[in-house]
């Protein structure tokens, strides 16, 4: 059984930081690639970062460009999301997905083969 579990959400004041992590389990995950995305009350859930499982470069959302950061360790089969310089607008519940394929990892899509329950991230102003 697939599971996605994130973790590390919670209140924190404008400028401040976070670092959401996604513990995967279940199968091997040598070929997808995992993202974080987010999704605020009464909008539509949207991508923010995605790396492939095997590595390489990240590419991330233009509104957080430069204050976020996606990063994964492969012996602990957990992804992370370091969040810094946070906002008020970054407030939404955070969802960890896993993709099989390079096209999850264009950001173009917001889907994934397997999701994560979700963090709650509140930042106050």
Known sequence: QVQLVE???????AGGSLR???????????????????????KEREFVAAIMWS??????ADSVKGRFAISRDVAKNTVYLQM???????????????????QYYTGRVVAADYWGQGTQVTVSS
Request: glycine content about 22%; some cysteine; charged content about 15%.
């Open 7 to 13: 973790s590390g959400g919670g209140l924190v004041q």
């Open 20 to 42: 959401l992590s996604c513990a995967a389990s279940g199968r091997s995950f040598s070929g997808y690639a995992m993202g974080w995305f987010r999704q605020a009350p009464g």
């Open 55 to 60: 590595g390489g470069s990240a590419i991330y």
């Open 84 to 102: 810094n310089r946070l906002k008020p607008e970054d407030s939404a519940v955070y969802y960890c997905g896993a993709g099989r394929g390079s």
